[in-house]
């Protein structure tokens, strides 16, 4: 069984920052993607930054430049780090991992349970 746990959202005035971080738990032998979606009010859950285990990085358009997303391999962490926000990046966050558990030769992907940002003056 695997679990996800995000924190780190919250309310910031535009041009401010937030770190989110999701440590992924459990029977875990690989780890091979991990990643932040994120949907805005009223649209679709969209793609925000992707990290694969040999270490190609993906960023959306709309937040390169100003989002990092790196990873922690020991603590099964990953983190998403947000500069100079804009009222667009409002949104609930959704932290993506495909992992191969133990005794498993596939990939499993999990979602976790999500975390408000709301970036406003």
């Known amino acids: 069984q695997v679990r996800l746990v995000e924190s780190g959202g919250g309310s910031v005035q535009p041009g401010g920052s937030l770190r989110l971080s999701c440590v992924a738990s459990g029977s875990i032998y690989r780890i091979n993607v991990m990643a932040w979606y994120r949907q805005p009010p009223g649209k679709q859950r969209e793609l925000v930054a992707k990290?694969?285990?040999?270490?190609?990085?993906v960023l959306a358009d709309s937040v390169r430049g100003r989002f990092t997303i790196s990873r922690d391999s020991a603590e099964n962490t990953v983190n998403l780090q947000m500069n100079g926000l804009e009222p667009e990046d409002t949104a609930v966050y959704y932290c993506h991992v495909n992992l191969t558990p133990r005794n498993a030769d596939w990939g499993v992907t999990y979602w976790g349970q999500g975390t408000q940002v709301t970036v406003s003056s």
């Open positions: 990290l694969t285990s040999g270490g190609d990085t």
